[in-house]
């Protein structure tokens, strides 16, 4: 089988957990996690899972449940290894139900195991190696940090600028200094392997006045036993008022103290591809008069200089005369440049050091005895970024990490126009005709969106080498991860309807193909139109404009994506049947931004997500369509990451939303069904029922919640009882039983009702429930769909109106297909794929075409028929097709 672009090879061991850049990294500084599934019924329990490496030895590990199917077996696990500094290539999973914890994953007798300790004032952490105090209360994220002993850093603490506005020529604004105020430390998971410290709070004002706190963060510490480096995962959320709170700043500041001679201490800052600035504070190279090759090489190195008696005494008798380079400015403004700078002191002129295209995001003060080090992941692509060395020449130095540089424009979330008169609802369906943009006063409002950053922290007994140092950057930036095979995963039975890769005919080839192209088009695409920034990095653009050669960047509706038809989907299941890393880290960036930036966490509109628009916040179309959980379940179950379980928990009752805004506000044409002072709402039961039954399935597997178990299936016996199932299109939900009224008698079609997720949610139930009303009612639906009128009229008494994206819903058809064993639906499926792609369904879709200046401003690839719609909905019904239909393929 030929193998494409980072395929993995199922034909040797599918059991094999495989790290997923292929070759095992060097060294893992501060542990791995991966989620791993299990056959329903397999295994009982988490607790007795033990891991082996490529020669067979059980190693330490730690494993606990992600999810359980209904029978109360093992379905997600999170598995955690300790740091190593020489992991293996391949490991193993397996269940041994004799064994009891210890025996199966707990580190041995001896073996060194990750401890916290807690008191009624902090908490300290132990890897073994670090340790890290963190106190319950206050202003720090953690009061000390030791490596052996000895203290690398200390007093961290979360940052704010707020600036009172943005004036236009000469005008003047004022900035005001935050600091993070933790008001919340829990102890989430606590050893042997991996322990896991939450705190929360709020950003307080440095100085008293009339500010107010804002910015509310999570901040999450990752242990690991044996662990060198620590991970930090920071989240806020914008709760300022966009019209006169303007972000100036966003960082994280540590205190490092440092006692050996200004020219055995050292700063570490990585560029780009590799390289490094490599300093001593008081440099000893390039003088009038030579130290000597031993002296100069240390430094350079970053080992202790011989004793400075032996030294040429020209230089030693005169070092106080060579300057002392106190603060050193690392800025990262935009994805295509940064700036290195330093000073002798804040009383004198910066020097220029040399400047580069993309930063790694690290850097490290160090001297004799030890130091710290930081790296942001995606530093570059989450522009603007900052790092700060201050004091390096005192013995409390500052180094600070900025997620939002203060060197940058302040951050404007205003909304982008004044609304142009459309103050009725008939006035902006109006306008919704023209630029496709859904606005309403007041609702391109930001307050309650979120961003996320991942950091590691290194502490060091000693300045490392240079080599270790660019492991150490290339880490923080592209953490190493485990992950099961496309293989192993299927085997599984976890998510529905997709396979692995096959390529064993020309006509499953040439879809293969299609489907590289359209991912490595889009991959090309983020880097050709430069789709970074901080609120902006892991969406895509919707659709295109073929006059000017670009993205319809300014064009209301059809500017940034915010998930619409479903490309994290898409994305997702191209990566469980590949394993290609860039697939997986492209769905990783789009659930961060997808599920934080397009998402509201406080106010009014918390658990909705925004339609798209030119601003990620900006359309009036709040829905749970986009804040769907369906799209971030597969990072969460593949990595165990904790911050996308906040996400998830924060939907669980997001069924209560439909209270305060009717989604169809603007075009119900019948007032009367939403009537929420009744308890009985309008839902619809695609894209609404869809997102809630997602909901409800992730939390009942996650936490057997009752609530989510008696919603989810009461109301798939209630779709079952209608008379029309899934045809009536909306049905009334009593929000305090949690059911459907199920005396509608009406058919409502809709062409967006299945591709928002509930083809992909409703296989799974299927699956996993037993419930034959449900599922005749599903059946109908996706035989239906794209019946002849005759067919439906004999169905159901009448033709289905609304009919659109056929290519799409090809795919229901292939169900319906391979549930009726009917060959003559495979082949309508098949025909209805090639025949109903408005535009990927000539062959030249999928060629490329060179557009060069001066018509563009830099040159670009066009695939003339391409959009974000077409793409996601023609790879999802691709992978569907092949898995439900694929031996019906000519």
């Not at 990585?270 to 430094?299: H, I, K, N, S």
């Not at 997620?403 to 979330?413: F, V």
């Not at 077409?870 to 092949?882: E, K, M, S, W």
Request: glycine share 10%.
């Amino acid at each position: 089988m030929r193998l494409h672009h980072g395929e993995l090879d199922d034909m040797t061991d599918s059991t094999l957990i495989r790290w997923i850049d292929g070759d095992a990294p060097l060294e893992i500084s501060g542990g791995t996690t991966w989620g791993m599934p299990f056959a329903r019924g397999s295994v009982p329990a988490a607790e007795a899972l033990a891991v082996t490496d490529s020669r067979g030895t059980t190693i330490p590990s730690q494993a606990w449940p992600l999810a359980t199917w209904p029978d109360g077996s093992l379905k997600w696990a999170g598995i955690a290894l300790p740091a190593t500094d020489s992991p293996s290539e391949t490991y193993q999973v397996k269940y041994d139900g004799g064994a009891s914890p210890q025996e199966a994953g707990a580190p041995p007798s001896g073996g060194t195991a990750v401890k916290a300790t807690e008191s009624a004032d902090a908490l300290t952490v132990d890897t073994g190696t670090l340790q890290m105090v963190i106190n319950r209360s206050g202003s720090t994220l953690f009061s000390s940090l030791t490596r052996n002993g000895r203290e690398v850093a200390r007093d961290a603490r979360l940052i704010s600028l707020l600036q009172d506005g943005v004036p236009e020529g000469s005008g003047t604004a004022a900035r005001t200094a935050f600091t993070g105020e933790v008001t919340g430390v829990v102890l989430e998971q606590n050893g042997p392997v991996r322990a896991v410290v939450r705190l929360e709070g709020r950003h307080r004002p440095d100085s008293s006045g009339a500010d107010s706190p804002w910015l509310p963060f999570v901040v999450r510490f990752y242990f690991h036993a044996n662990a060198r480096s620590v991970r930090m995962v920071h989240t806020f959320i914008w709760d300022g008022d966009a019209e006169r709170d303007f972000l100036a700043g966003l960082g994280v500041r540590f205190t490092v103290p440092l006692q050996a001679e200004l020219h055995n201490r050292h700063v570490r800052i990585a560029g780009a591809d590799g390289g490094f600035l490599l300093e001593g504070v008081r440099g000893l190279t390039g003088l009038r008069r030579d130290p000597g090759e031993e002296v100069r090489r240390a430094q350079v190195e970053g080992r202790p200089t011989p004793d400075v008696q032996g030294w040429n005494p020209e230089v030693s008798g005169r070092l106080h005369l060579i300057p002392a380079w106190n603060d050193y400015t690392l800025s990262q403004l935009s994805a295509d440049g940064f700036e290195l700078r330093k000073r002798t002191a804040p009383d004198h002129g910066w020097v220029g050091i040399s400047g580069g295209t993309r930063s790694a995001g690290f850097c490290s003060l160090s001297d004799t005895r030890g130091g710290f080090g930081v790296g942001i992941k995606d530093f570059w692509q989450s522009h603007p970024g900052q790092l700060d060395i201050r004091g390096a020449a005192t013995e409390e130095a500052s180094l600070t990490a900025w997620l939002y540089s203060p060197e940058a424009q302040p951050m404007d979330l205003r909304f982008y126009h004044d609304g142009m008169g459309q103050d009725t609802f008939e006035e902006q369906l109006e306008g919704l005709e023209i630029t496709y943009e859904d606005y309403e006063p007041g609702f391109g409002n930001a307050k309650g969106i979120a961003r996320t950053h991942e950091l590691t922290l290194f502490a060091y007994d000693s300045t490392p080498a240079t080599g270790s140092l660019a492991a150490d950057a290339a880490s923080a930036s592209a953490p190493a991860l485990l992950q099961a095979t496309p293989g192993y995963l299927h085997s599984a039975g976890v998510f529905g309807d997709w396979a692995p890769v096959d390529r064993s005919t020309p006509a499953r080839a040439e879809l293969e193909e299609h489907l590289d192209f359209l991912f490595d088009f889009y991959a090309g695409q983020v880097e050709q139109r430069r789709w970074y920034g901080f609120w902006n990095y892991g969406d895509v653009m919707h659709t295109y404009d073929h006059d000017r050669h670009v993205w319809r960047y300014d064009v209301g509706g059809y500017a940034w994506d915010n998930s619409e038809l479903s490309p994290d989907l898409w994305l997702w299941y191209s990566y469980l049947r590949t394993g290609r890393a860039d697939i997986f880290r492209f769905a990783e960036a789009m659930t961060r931004h997808t599920g934080e930036v397009d998402v509201y966490h406080l106010g009014p509109w918390k658990g909705l997500g925004t339609r798209h628009n030119v601003q990620h916040w900006g359309c009036s179309a709040k829905q749970l369509r986009i804040s769907n959980p369906a799209y971030r379940r597969f990072y969460y179950y593949l990595t165990a990451d904790e911050r996308t379980g906040d996400l998830l928990t924060e939907l669980v009752d997001s069924d209560q939303n439909f209270l305060g805004l009717d989604p169809v506000r603007k075009v119900r044409p019948d007032a009367d069904t939403y009537r929420p002072d009744r308890g009985a709402l309008g839902v619809g039961l695609g894209t609404d029922w869809g997102s809630l039954a997602a909901t409800w399935l992730t939390d009942w597997e996650r936490t057997g919640n009752p609530r989510s178990r008696d919603r989810l299936l009461g109301t798939m016996a209630d779709i079952g009882a209608l008379k029309y199932g899934f045809l009536t299109g909306e049905a009334l939900y009593d929000l305090d039983k949690g059911r459907f009224d199920t005396g509608r008698e009406l058919i409502r079609v809709s062409h967006l009702s299945a591709v928002f997720g509930l083809v992909e949610i409703c296989s799974e139930l299927v699956d996993l429930v037993d419930d034959s009303g449900f599922e005749r009612a599903w059946l109908q639906y996706c035989r239906l769909f794209l019946a002849t009128k005759q067919e439906q009229v004999e169905a159901v008494g009448q033709p289905l109106e609304g009919i659109y994206l056929t290519q799409a819903h090809s795919r229901l058809t292939a169900y319906a297909a391979a549930k009726l064993n009917d060959p003559e639906l495979a082949a309508r499926a098949w025909a209805s794929f090639r025949e109903g792609g408005e535009h990927l369904n000539h062959e030249s879709a999928f060629t490329l075409r060179k557009v060069l200046p001066p018509h563009v401003l830099l040159p670009v690839d066009e695939a003339p028929t391409v959009s974000t719609n077409d793409t996601a909905q023609f790879g999802l019904a691709v992978i569907q097709n092949l898995a439900l239909i694929g031996d019906h393929l000519r």
